[in-house]
Structures are given as structure tokens and as C-alpha cells.
């Protein structure tokens, strides 16, 4: 294969290069701008524009555009165009700017079979978001499609440019994201020491700081506006033509001291309550922007700081921070990053084209006819054919400009056999040399990419041997990426033991060196029939918090259904091998084999189902606060007994949750809030390690205090004793630290569970509980069939059939904090 295409598909920019395996090729737009604006904008009359013409008529017209859907990849939420009735999902808007993108390149690229695309994702983008983008991709019918982290990207760009040895950070800032990379470099090959970022930081959070702080108090100040003028849909139009202003005057600080955020009567086209027709004139000198953007600046700078720490790396240990990313433009962004680091700042790359350059050349790298798109083999071998045992062994893929061939002879040396290699680029010739096992020869690469090179094998005479195989093909590379860690760990929730407590299995952990693959022996916990509605759940979480499962992130459901296999029966007990493959990416494939009855499920036939995690943030602000406000309390809870400056910290983060207007419909500020609640999670667990014995305590008191205030009265003279006597074994196991502590509380609230579901007024509770919060179920078709089946059930008095329903209705909703005591979908048990 000839053509490799690397794509940087970004929040705000775009852009797409190729590479020939000896040169980089960049497509610049229509307008011949380096990097294409990801916004699409459709009038009134049907016509689509993508790109500069897009952008531009989107701020005046936002109800006919899309932009800034990168965002919200990997979620239910809709991206609606009301001016002509149109509603398209993330993916379908990510589709539409790699159709035009991929239109860029000629013809005879874009229509070759063996044409691989790589396209680059956030290394801070969960599985979720992956899959969605290779959704995209497939949708615009880009053919051989592979993911890569965007700061592999820019670290293989980097390397394109930089010769020498070396340590360097690539800070890598865009429209939606921070990507921080640390990779080493020794003579071309190149690894990846650890990388870290923000999911929702980048230029378009900037733009935000300057509405909020700068725009909007000087058009209250001016005009006759209500406070809540950026949130209300009058005044649209309004908000988006300011921030398209302020946006620009933004960029022009890249070059001057000051600029003005301006637009006249006529360019803003609106009118305040009092009619008045409304302008923009507000100075707007660097000293406001940096003192704006600074606590975000901050929050990037320890984000590298903690990189460094991954890496078990000081400043003095890095030679460079490279500067990757449309705000890096700015020079006073770079000087202050590079002091606050205490490292010297380079420009080796073009900020705005270096991940999809870097894509291009990665792309290269990958074998394009396997599957799982792993990469190509460093290592080749060509054998002589026919009754001669010979072979030759060499590198094949090296960034090296030497390369050396070896020989393997078996059986007996031919007596005055010799061989010799000739290159069929240059003409050289190493002569002829004795043939013997072990015998090398070192051969000159004189050019990026494929190096040919033809063996001549002698008799003792001196006359030619037939080879079947004689040429031989070696590429010299830009770079080789040697290790590529984990940007997260990937789990799947199982039972301890059968009847135990859920927990985590993690497949790869976060530093895990990609790409990984392995087999794990799982159980059956429950039987399930051919033809049956049952299911057997592999349930997948994103994340590092072992307790409660439910903190991490839920990424999906794979699932063996009885309707998936024709007969027999997956026994309680029997074998569940799981093969899982994670790409260099981040991307999990999982096939499961059941020797019980002979079958194989595989995640890319169907099979697996992310729908389960996806959230529209257009009307998730009650799951948010609640979520948020379920979290405060555990938090509070646990700061009556410890102290910890994380707690701290952890409020901080959902206070901003909770701060969350209720029927919030901006989905961005909406998915701002989830993620601080997942970092107030993620720092609470934290806060669990360092105090494990005052935190077993106080969660063993809150299950006991539960079963005594709304379960004891409902429990049978046996299961009060039961749970007493259990109650005092998980005391024991927190005075004994035991590890057996997690098992024992898993049962306390097993039997609370089992007492209550017993009881019919608690089956129609939850189930009025799961038909009203209808916003955690993205199948709200499906949602709303069982809550239809549920309401005859309950009129008819048939509460065995509610206590199906409720069952079905938990398991297809999105795991939250709030009902982590209830019920468990894991019904597999760790091998």
C-alpha cells in the first residue's frame, strides 16, 4: 500500500494529511486555509455548507448550524437545527466532516481499496466516544479505518522534525481537549513515558470565560436585557454572533497587545427588550484575556505536572515542551506554561496541522489487513524455497539508515556456495560473500520508506541457485513508537464468588502498554436457555474506583442472549472464556467461547452495545444533581470521621454539579457537571484507601442503620439472627483489616435486598421509582413498553410479572451512585 491518510478531527478545526511513506501531503480547504472549521450550516432551502462558510453563517444564524459536537461523541445527545426541523446525532455531524475532509484528497487515493485512514481522538476520549468516531467513519464510507490517540499523533509528528536524542512534553491544546504526552527518543525509536489531560479544556472554554466575564456584564451594562440572556432562546442569535466576536478578537491577541471585541448594529442584527438595535465595542487588552484564562491555565499545568509524576520525572529530566493546538498560537499561553514547568518551550511543529501530519505517518505503521488493525511486524524473513533449507532474516521496518540481512543455513554449508545482495533502488551491490549460517551483511537505507533490495544465491561453480523468494523490502521510518500506555483502565464487573459482591476485573489497567491482548476464565452465575429471554451480562466500566463498581464510568453491555445460540444450555458454573484485544488506541474487542455448548460471541458481530452508557445532556440535569447531591452526602458523611484535603477538593468539584440549573439544556455545561462528579468520585476513592478502616466502619454503620430503620420489621426471627451475626463477623474482619470485610458487607445488603423484594408495596415502589426517571434510559422506547407492561401487571394484582418488569427496567438503565445498594446486572463469577 501506497496511501496513508491521517485525519485530525477536531472540536473547532479539522484537518487531513497523507504520506507516501517518504513524504507528508496537507489538503487545505476550498479556501486554502491549512485547517477546515468542523461546523455544518443548512438554509432554509436545503443547501449544506461544511467548513470556513459554514462557520461564519453559524453565528448568525445558529439554528441552521452545528458545531462543536465533538464534544459530545459518545452520548444520546441530539444536535438540533430548528430552523429547518433537523435533528442528527454526534456522529452523524462527525460523518459529514470526514466525508468532506476525505473529498480533499485526489481521486486515485481516495477510490484505492487499500487507502487506511487513521484518525485521531483525545487520549482522554473513553470508550464511548471511541466507538462513536469509528461510527462516524464508517458512516462517511472512509474503508480501512483505524483510531490513534492524538498525542501519539503529535509525538510521531515530532519526531518527523526532531533528529536527536531526547525527553520531551508535547502539550497539545485544542478546541475541546487537553492531551499531555512525555515521550523519550532514542535513536528514532520512540516511547511513550506516560500521558494525562483534561476532557473539557481547550480554546472553546476560553471563548465561554470571555462571554461570560467580558461580553455579557457590558451588554447588561449598555442594554435592556434580562440576567439570564445567554440561556434564553430569544436571544440566540445574540450569544452566538458575541462569542463568534469575542473569538476573534481572541486570536487577534496572538499578534497584537490589544484588540476590540466589535460588531456594529448592522453585523449583530439584534434588538434589545427596550427595541433598541444593540452593538459591540468593548476594548479588549492581553492583561483581561490572560487574567480570564488563567485557573484554566493553571488546571492544564497541573495536569502536566501530574504527567511528569506519572513518568517519575522532574523538570530537569525534560529538554523540551512542544506546543501542539490551535490556542497555543498565543505566545503568552506558551511563555507562561514553558516557566510554569520550568522547561524551554519549542516550536518544532505547526500547532494546527501536526496531529493529522503525525496521523498520516502512523497510519503507515499499521497492518491494514488485520482486524483488530494491530501494527505491521518489525521483523521479516524470505526462504530460498525448494530442497535448499535457507533463509534470510532481517529488520524489516526500522527508522534506522542501516539495516542488517543474516543468514540461516540448516543441514550442511554448500562447499564454496556464496550469496550476494544488490540494491534494485541504487545500484549497489555488497559482492559476493561466502555462504554460511550466521554470515550478516550490512545494507545503507538511502530513503524514507521502502528500501528494495535482491539476493543472488551461488553454487560452487559460481552458477546461479533459483530462489521462489529473492527480494527483500525494508522501510525506513519517521519514528517507531515503541509503547503507547493506557490512557484508562478498562474493567468487567463480576462477582467475587457465586452469590458475592460485585467488583472490577480489570482487562487493562491505566500505563498498561498498548497495543495488549489476553484470555480470562470467567463463570456462569445464573443457567441460561437456548431461545430464552434471558441474558448473560459483561458488563464494562471505565475507571480505577474498586468500590462501589458504580462509580466508574459505565462504556457498555455485552451481552449473550438465549436468542443468540439455536440449542443447549449455558449451565450455572460453566466456562466463559473471554479473549479481549485492546488497540493501540484504546479500543476493546471481546469474543467469548462457551465449550458447553460448542458457541462463540464476538463484539464486533452485534454483539456488544454501548447504548446502555450513553447520556443526552440536553435533559440530564436531574440525573446529574442527583447524582451530585448522592455523592455530597457520602462525602459529608465521611468528613464527620476523617480529614482529608481531598474531601475538600471533592466538594469543590460538585458544587459545581450541583450548581447545575434544573431543565439545563446547554448540553456542554450539562457534561461539565457529570465529569465533576466523576472526579469527586474518583478523589473520594481515594480518600477510601487512605482511610479504609474509619470508612469500612461508616459504611457497615449505615447498611446496619438501614436494615433497623425500614428492613427489620419485614425480616423473619432467622434473618434478623442472620444479619446480626454477619453484622459482628464484618465488625471483626474491620478490626482484623481483612480483605474479607467488602465480601461480608456485599451480603448485609444482599439480605436487606432479599427481605424487601419480598415484599410487594416495595416491587410497586421501584418500580413508580424506575417509570418516572424516564431520563435514565436512552431505549425509551423499550423504557416505556415495560412500564406499560408494568402498569397491567400492578392493575391485574400479578405482582410476579411486575417483579420481571422491575428487574428488565433496571438493567437496561444507566448505572448511578444513587441505587448502588440495590441491584447488581453482574451474573458472571471470576474464574
Not at 387 to 401: E, H, K, Q
Not at 753 to 776: C, P
Request: glycine content about 8%; aromatic content about 8%.
Amino acid at each position: 500500500m501506497k496511501n496513508y491518510v491521517g485525519i485530525d478531527l477536531g472540536t473547532t478545526n479539522s484537518a487531513i494529511c497523507s504520506y507516501d511513506g517518504e513524504n507528508v501531503r496537507l489538503y487545505k480547504s476550498p479556501e486554502q486555509h491549512d485547517v477546515t472549521p468542523s461546523a455544518i450550516f443548512i438554509d432554509k432551502r436545503g443547501n449544506k455548507y461544511v467548513g470556513a462558510r459554514a462557520y461564519n453563517n453559524s453565528a448568525r444564524n445558529p439554528d441552521n448550524a452545528a458545531v462543536l459536537f465533538k464534544r459530545l461523541m459518545g452520548t444520546s445527545t441530539p444536535i438540533k437545527l430548528p430552523a429547518i426541523d433537523l435533528t442528527m446525532s454526534p456522529e452523524e455531524c462527525s460523518a459529514e466532516i470526514l466525508r468532506v475532509l476525505f473529498g480533499f484528497l485526489p481521486e486515485e487515493i481516495r477510490n484505492d481499496p487499500e487507502t487506511g485512514t487513521v484518525i485521531t481522538v483525545p487520549a482522554a476520549f473513553n470508550q464511548m466516544q471511541k466507538d462513536s468516531t469509528m461510527s462516524a467513519a464508517e458512516a462517511a464510507g472512509l474503508g480501512k479505518v483505524a483510531l490513534m490517540q492524538e498525542p501519539v499523533s503529535a509525538v510521531m509528528s515530532v519526531m518527523r522534525h526532531r533528529k536527536g536524542d531526547g525527553v520531551f512534553l508535547v502539550y497539545d491544546l485544542g478546541g475541546g481537549t487537553l492531551d499531555i504526552a512525555i515521550a523519550e527518543s532514542i535513536a528514532g525509536r520512540v516511547n511513550l513515558l506516560a500521558h494525562g489531560g483534561i476532557a473539557m479544556c481547550g480554546g472553546r472554554d476560553f471563548d465561554r470565560i470571555l462571554l461570560d466575564n467580558v461580553v455579557k456584564p457590558w451588554l447588561l451594562d449598555n442594554f435592556d436585557l434580562p440576567e439570564d440572556f445567554t440561556v434564553n432562546a430569544q436571544y440566540k442569535s445574540l450569544v452566538r454572533m458575541a462569542t463568534w466576536a469575542a473569538e476573534k478578537a481572541k486570536i487577534e491577541l496572538s499578534s497584537k497587545e490589544e484588540a476590540v471585541i466589535s460588531l456594529s448594529e448592522t453585523e449583530l442584527g439584534a434588538k434589545d427588550a427596550s427595541g433598541e438595535e444593540m452593538y459591540l465595542d468593548i476594548p479588549f487588552p492581553r492583561a483581561v484575556l490572560d487574567e480570564l484564562i488563567e485557573p484554566k491555565l493553571a488546571e492544564s499545568i497541573q495536569a502536566a505536572r501530574e504527567t511528569m509524576e506519572k513518568a517519575g520525572l522532574t523538570p530537569h529530566d525534560i529538554e523540551r515542551v512542544v506546543f501542539v493546538g490551535g490556542p497555543t498560537h498565543y505566545k503568552p499561553l506558551r511563555d507562561k506554561v514553558a516557566f510554569e514547568l520550568g522547561i524551554a518551550p519549542s516550536t518544532d511543529v505547526n500547532p494546527m496541522t501536526a496531529v493529522a501530519e503525525g496521523a498520516a505517518v502512523f497510519a503507515e505503521s499499521i497492518d491494514w489487513n488485520s482486524m483488530t488493525r494491530s501494527r505491521k511486524s518489525t521483523r521479516g524473513a524470505i526462504s530460498a524455497g525448494g530442497r535448499l533449507d535457507l533463509a534470510f532474516n532481517y529488520i524489516a521496518r526500522t527508522p534506522d539508515r542501516r539495516a542488517k540481512i543474516a543468514v540461516k543455513l540448516g543441514g550442511t554449508a554448500l562447499a564454496g556456495a556464496a550469496f550476494q545482495i544488490d540494491s534494485l533502488d541504487t545500484g549497489w551491490s555488497s559482492g559476493r560473500i561466502a555462504l554460511k549460517d550466521g554470515a550478516t551483511v550490512e545494507v545503507t537505507l538511502t530513503k524514507p520508506g521502502e528500501n528494495t533490495f535482491k539476493i543472488f544465491v551461488f553454487d560452487s561453480t559460481g552458477g546461479p541457485i533459483f530462489l521462489e523468494n529473492s527480494k527483500i523490502v525494508i522501510t525506513r521510518t519517521a519514528a517507531t513508537i515503541d509503547g503507547i500506555p493506557s490512557s484508562s483502565s478498562i474493567g468487567i464487573e463480576v462477582l467475587d464468588k457465586l452469590g458475592g459482591r460485585a467488583v472490577v476485573d480489570f482487562i487493562v489497567k491505566e500505563g498498561d502498554s498498548l497495543p495488549k491482548k489476553g484470555q480470562k476464565t470467567y463463570k456462569a452465575g445464573e443457567s441460561l436457555k437456548a431461545g430464552s429471554n434471558g441474558v448473560i451480562n459483561f458488563k464494562l466500566w471505565e475507571g480505577d474506583i474498586e468500590d462501589p463498581v458504580t462509580d466508574n464510568r459505565p462504556i457498555g453491555l455485552f451481552t449473550i442472549n438465549g436468542h443468540d445460540f439455536e440449542s443447549g444450555v449455558i449451565s450455572a458454573g460453566a466456562d466463559l472464556i473471554c479473549e479481549y484485544e485492546a488497540s493501540d488506541s484504546g479500543n476493546i474487542w471481546l469474543s467469548v467461547t462457551v465449550p458447553s455448548i460448542g458457541g462463540t460471541f464476538n463484539s464486533s458481530h452485534n454483539f456488544y452495545s454501548r447504548d446502555g452508557g450513553l447520556i443526552d445532556y440536553t435533559s440530564a440535569s436531574i440525573q446529574v444533581r442527583e447524582d451530585a447531591e448522592s455523592v455530597r452526602s457520602r462525602v459529608q458523611a465521611v468528613s464527620e470521621k476523617v480529614e482529608n484535603p481531598k474531601l475538600d477538593q471533592a466538594m469543590e468539584k460538585l458544587d459545581q454539579a450541583t450548581n447545575l440549573k434544573e431543565g439545563e439544556s446547554d448540553p456542554e455545561t450539562a457534561k461539565q457537571a457529570m465529569d465533576s462528579v466523576l472526579e469527586a468520585k474518583k478523589l473520594l476513592a481515594q480518600v477510601r484507601k487512605e482511610h479504609i478502616k474509619e470508612i469500612r466502619q461508616l459504611d457497615l454503620d449505615r447498611c446496619v442503620g438501614f436494615f433497623n430503620s425500614s428492613v427489620r420489621e419485614y425480616a423473619r426471627p432467622t434473618e434478623v439472627s442472620a444479619f446480626e451475626n454477619l453484622a459482628r463477623t464484618a465488625r471483626r474482619s474491620i478490626d482484623s483489616n481483612s480483605s474479607d470485610f467488602e465480601s461480608h458487607l456485599g451480603k448485609l445488603k444482599g439480605k436487606n435486598f432479599d427481605i424487601l423484594w419480598r415484599q410487594d408495596w416495595f416491587v410497586v415502589d421501584w418500580f413508580k421509582h424506575l417509570s418516572e426517571e424516564t431520563y435514565l434510559f436512552p431505549d425509551k422506547r423499550k423504557h416505556a413498553e415495560l412500564v406499560a407492561i408494568g402498569r397491567e401487571a400492578i392493575n391485574a394484582d400479578e405482582i410476579d410479572k411486575l417483579r420481571r418488569v422491575v428487574w428488565e427496567l433496571d438493567n437496561m438503565k444507566i448505572g448511578t451512585a444513587v441505587d448502588d445498594e440495590m441491584f447488581a446486572a453482574a451474573n458472571i463469577v471470576r474464574g
